[in-house]
């Protein structure tokens, strides 16, 4: 595990890298994290599928600028699908292509923000493989998703802000024909794959987490695990 750069055309953006034991190649994926950032959660969240067997790189999206600066530009982004964001997660993906232990298929995460950004990336953005978990479905999902790469998505049933969206992505994925594996948790809410700890978080954002009913969800963000891993490593296969 370690903190590095990854060269991208606006400048140097920090990533936390983790490893697989042994020694590859292996399949890669890119983390792309929740509006929180670089936390000790996004770390685990890389660690966790280093330990799966794949080579995971977390960028801080957040580098350049003020949290509030850089949450407008990447929304801004999402709404346009092009830009700055866009751009750097493709410098990552091209960086872990390039690596000795590398096999040369790379995967993409995404959590709530991040989600969004896996669901839109899944397309045309050289992706063999997408992990959705409680991203914001597109009004357009149908177009959005032609010729999407293979997409797993989790969502919770209790969650508030999406309600309905498992059951519009699996019917745009089948619409397109896109393999995919979507599950809704009964009793699940927003974020329940991200442990965030007190430390990570304003005290407002852990009020509005609870207000929402966002929370980490153990048998959920368990069984969740399982169903990435395994969706990742039929998708990511060399060959």
Known sequence: ?????????????PAYVARPQGSGP???????????????DLRAQAEWLAG?????AA?????WGGK???????????????????????????WLTKQPACTGKVGVIG????????????????????????????KDVD???????????????????????AAKLERALTVNGVPHDV?????AGHSFLNEHRPGDISLLMRVMAKVSGSAYQEPSARDARLRIAGFFREHLAAG
């Not at 599950?183 to 009793?187: I, Q, S």
């Open 1 to 13: 595990m370690t903190d590095t750069t990854i060269p991208t055309s606006h400048g140097d953006m």
């Open 26 to 40: 292996w399949p890669a994926v890119v983390v792309i994290s929740d509006v929180f950032g670089m936390t000790r």
């Open 52 to 56: 799966e067997g794949f080579l995971a």
């Open 59 to 63: 960028p801080d999206v957040f580098y």
């Open 68 to 94: 509030i600066t850089c949450l407008r530009t990447i929304f801004r982004d999402m709404l346009s699908r092009k830009g700055r964001t866009f751009d750097e997660v493709d410098a990552v993906r091209v």
């Open 111 to 138: 959590f709530c923000m991040g989600g969004g950004f896996a669901l839109l990336l899944a397309p045309r953005h050289g992706f063999a493989a997408s992990s959705v978990n409680y991203g914001m479905i597109p």
């Open 143 to 165: 177009s959005v998703l032609a010729g999407a790469c293979p997409v797993v998505g989790s969502f919770g049933a209790k969650d508030r802000s999406l309600r309905g969206a």
């Open 183 to 187: 599950k809704e948790y009964a009793d």
